[in-house]
């Protein structure tokens, strides 16, 4: 059984940085896409950014030049790194990987919350 587990969210000032992880465990051969989406309250869920095995990226245009994606395949876990936050950013940010290139996993979420 796969499991996604994200940590690092929490209460930050507009402006600041957080970094979330995704720690990806069980039994699999490789992690093809990390994705990271948001919801916030009222809204349907939205991609932020995606990394593929290759190492490509694409983000929201609303995060562009903000966040940063990576994934350290050593380790199965991802990373979202959020820069010059902003009050619309707050959302429960979810992970999301294609492993083995058939199965999807979500993790269970971790709110950020960017206000002063």
């Known amino acids: 059984q796969v499991q996604l587990v994200e940590s690092g969210g929490g209460l930050v000032q507009p402006g600041g940085s957080l970094t979330l992880s995704c720690a990806v465990s069980?039994?699999?051969?490789?992690?093809?896409?990390m994705n990271w989406y948001r919801q916030a309250p009222g809204k349907q869920r939205e991609l932020v950014a995606r990394?593929?095995?290759?190492?490509?990226?694409n983000y929201a245009d609303s995060v562009k030049g903000r966040f940063t994606i990576s994934i350290m395949n050593a380790k199965n876990t991802g990373y979202l790194h959020m820069n010059m936050l902003k009050p619309e950013d707050t959302a429960v940010y979810y992970c999301?990987?294609?492993?083995?290139?058939?199965?999807?996993?979500w993790g269970q979420g971790t709110q950020v919350t960017v206000s002063s």
């Open positions: 999301h990987a294609q492993i083995d290139l058939v199965q999807n996993y």
């Open positions: 069980g039994s699999f051969f490789s992690i093809n896409v």
């Open positions: 990394i593929g095995r290759d190492g490509s990226t």
